[in-house]
C-alpha cells in the first residue's frame, strides 16, 4: 500500500503560482498529478519517473508547469505558474509501478487538493 498526502492548493489570481506536493508513505516508479474540473472527467497533467529524468506533460500545461521529485523526502512537487482559470479543478496524486500516463493504470489515490484561479 501506499498513502498519498497532497498539500498547497489554494485561491489565487490569473497569473498566479502555486507549488502542490505530494507526501508519499513510499514513491513508486511513476508518480503523476491529475486533475479534475467541476462537471468534467479527470483529466492527465504530468507524469515523473523513478530517475526524475524522463516527464511528460499535458499539451495545456506544457510551459508553465514543472513537476519534480524528491526521493529522500519520498515527496513529488508541482509547480505551477501563470495560472488561468481553465486551471481550476481538484488535483491529484497517483502512484503506479509501471510508466504511464492512463489514470485506470495508477493503483494509488491521493484526495486531492483544491486549485481555484480566479478571472
Known amino acids: 500500500q501506499v498513502q498519498l498526502v497532497e498539500s498547497g492548493g489554494g485561491l489565487v489570481p490569473a497569473g498566479g503560482s502555486l507549488r502542490l506536493s505530494c507526501k508519499a508513505s513510499?514513491?513508486?516508479?511513476?508518480m503523476a498529478w491529475f486533475r479534475q474540473a467541476p462537471g468534467k472527467e479527470r483529466e492527465f497533467v504530468s507524469v515523473v519517473n523513478a530517475e526524475d529524468k524522463n516527464k511528460i506533460y499535458a499539451d495545456s500545461v506544457k510551459g508553465r508547469f514543472t513537476i519534480w521529485r524528491n526521493s529522500r523526502q519520498d515527496t513529488i512537487f508541482l509547480q505551477m505558474n501563470n495560472l488561468q482559470p481553465e486551471d481550476t479543478a481538484v488535483y491529484y496524486c497517483a502512484a503506479a509501478d509501471i510508466w504511464t500516463i492512463q489514470g485506470g493504470s495508477y493503483q494509488y489515490w491521493g484526495q486531492g487538493t483544491q486549485v481555484t484561479v480566479s478571472s
Open positions: 513510499r514513491l513508486t516508479f511513476t
